[in-house]
């Protein structure tokens, strides 16, 4: 069963339901199969997208580029100190 995921933002678990978890748990292990396999399809292709950062975290934003990349998507990082982020501007 699919779900409608458009403009949600995941910042914590309790966001989301134990079905949309498990699924998106199931997408990320079909999607990391066809990576493996050579099957896959780049679905954010030409697409933009903002990685915004409260915290730095190394390993979190070369997990997420990656997959952000290998997805199709132009990747733009906003990290905690190069962006003006709770300050009005």
Do not use: H, W
């Not at 396999?37 to 903002?50: V, Y």
């Not at 990685?51 to 998507?73: N, P, V, W």
């Amino acid at each position: 069963m699919a779900f409608n995921l458009r403009n949600r933002n995941f910042l914590k678990l309790l966001d989301f339901t134990p079905k949309e978890m498990k699924f998106m748990l199931e997408l990320a292990a079909d999607l990391k199969k066809a990576k493996y396999a050579g099957t896959e399809q780049q679905k954010l292709k030409g697409k933009n997208i903002a990685l915004i950062f409260e915290k730095a975290s190394t390993r979190t934003r070369c997990a997420f580029e990656t997959a952000a990349y290998d997805q199709g998507a132009n990747v733009t990082y906003l990290g905690p100190t190069g962006s003006q982020m709770g300050k009005k501007e």
